[in-house]
């Protein structure tokens, strides 16, 4: 799953008409400014970017296709709203 950034702006003006300008969201976003290069030594150059758009869309299309990336963010979600339903549940009895 990747996008353009207008893309994801439309996208993200699709969901707030949907579900309100204040639904809480999680987000992780990626841009070229995150493909960095490595320096003649072999180590990460951050300040080195990939700069051709069609490398970074080819980057950011295999990226999309990794499955356990949307599995992992996914489970974590399921864990986290379970753990906090059960708190919340624990709260409201106690009062």
Known sequence: MNYTLKQLQDRVSSMIKEQGEDAHCAAWIYTKND???KDKDG??????TVEDP?????IFDDVGQIDYIYTVIQECVDEVTEEQLMLQQQELAEV
């Open 43 to 48: 180590e990460f150059d951050y300040v080195n």
């Open 35 to 37: 493909c960095h290069l």
């Open 54 to 58: 069609a490398l970074v869309a080819r």
